[in-house]
């Protein structure tokens, strides 16, 4: 069985620039979730979908962070503008609808210069 | 701040000997938690969790335990091998205002393996 499939792996951006990042989920997960792991901590919940909705992103920075998840399926998360602060690996994660276990992507790295 | 926190940031060990990873929580409401290792460059990947009606769960070569009276958790990998060298994350899975759970991760402890 696929995993969860990331892309890019790798990005380096200025600060100011804008970045987007695509997860696909693993089939027939319906909750997708995105991370922020800043180096040396424990990744942070970003937003949660079930299908195409939000079911909660209390936890992003909505002035420069958006996320969508159109056709409930596929994800992008985007960064516009970015700051430097805002260096880290951007995971993403899936689970069936209501299931505990999450499977996580191998991440983004993102480092703004 | 978080309410999952881990004691020690590194621990090195001999291959074949046994690895204590602890974890502390501050939530006595917390009731779902769940270990996870993460290998540079990969993503978490689940080990073994536990609920708070449970003192203790048994996995393949894993072994977490809860003590509720003080907010702690430990994982304990026997006969560690070089493969488990890694980052392990407790993480609390709570449910939230959303009436939906969601996971709080700490900070992390390193495992190195010494061959």
């Not at chain 1, 056709?71 to 994660?93: F, H, M, N, R, W």
């Not at chain 2, 769960?57 to 003590?67: A, D, E």
Request: net charge positive; charged share 20%.
């Amino acid at each position: 069985e696929a995993g969860v499939a990331q892309s890019p792996r790798y990005k380096i951006i200025e600060k100011r620039q804008s970045v987007a990042f695509w997860c696909n989920p693993i089939s027939g997960h319906a909750t997708l979730y995105w991370y922020q792991q800043i180096l040396g901590q424990g990744p942070k919940l970003l937003i949660q979908f079930q299908n195409n909705g939000v079911v909660d992103d209390s936890q992003l920075p909505k002035d420069r962070f958006s996320a969508e998840r159109l056709k409930g399926v596929d994800s992008t998360l985007k960064i516009q503008p970015a700051k430097l602060e805002d260096s880290a690996v951007y995971l993403c994660a899936s689970s069936f609808q209501g299931a505990d276990e999450q499977f996580f992507g191998p991440g983004t790295r993102l480092t703004v210069l | 701040g978080e309410s999952v926190g881990l004691h020690l940031p590194t621990l090195s060990v001999q291959e074949g000997d046994n690895s204590i990873i602890n974890c502390a929580y501050s939530n006595s409401a917390s009731d779902y938690f769940i270990w996870y290792k993460q290998e540079s460059g990969k993503g978490p990947q689940f080990i073994i969790d536990i609920r708070s009606n449970m003192d203790k769960r048994q996995g393949q070569r894993v072994t977490v335990l809860l003590n509720k009276t003080v907010k702690h958790l430990s994982l304990q990998i026997a006969a560690t091998q070089p493969g488990d060298s890694a980052v392990y994350f407790c993480a609390e899975n709570m449910r939230r205002d959303t009436g939906r759970r969601a996971l709080t991760f700490g900070s992390g402890t390193r495992l190195q393996v010494q061959p």
